[in-house]
């Protein structure tokens, strides 16, 4: 159990691993296997359970049935068996570098740049 909601457990494939996101698509995975395995995390990705549906109401007699909802987009789970890991932690602890050295920065993380771009944090600028 997580004291807070930025740091979670859960079994995936019988593992007990730290999450690191939920209900992620599959290019997002792709993003952050290779970035998590690069920085020597051991990773696993699970697909998500899907959503609850609310019981449908009965329809009334000669009423036409209504189509059946779309499927749920696929979602997965993805999370690293190292348990102390903290993706908030690893991102503003400068903790992760890209495969050409540079440090993950939060937009580097959320996929709002292309290129990781090393910055100097404000504290240290003269």
């Given at each position: 159990m997580a004291i807070n909601k930025n740091?979670?457990?859960?079994?995936l494939d019988g593992v007990k691993c730290a999450v690191v996101?939920?209900?992620i698509s599959k290019d997002r995975v792709d993003f952050l296997k290779p970035l998590l395995e690069l920085n020597g995390y051991t990773v696993m990705v699970v697909a998500s359970a899907p959503p609850k549906a609310a019981p449908a109401a009965p329809a009334a007699e000669g009423a036409p049935t209504p189509p059946p909802p779309p499927p749920a987009p696929e979602t997965f789970?993805?999370?690293v068996?190292?348990?102390?890991?903290n993706a908030t932690n690893a991102v503003f602890g400068r903790l992760l570098k890209t495969s050409n050295g540079h440090i993950v920065t939060l937009a580097y993380w959320r996929q709002q740049e292309?290129?990781?771009?090393?910055q100097v944090p404000y504290y240290?600028?003269?």
């Open positions: 740091h979670e457990f859960e079994d996101e939920k209900n789970t993805l999370g068996t190292n348990v102390m890991f292309k290129v990781a771009h090393d240290e600028n003269k």
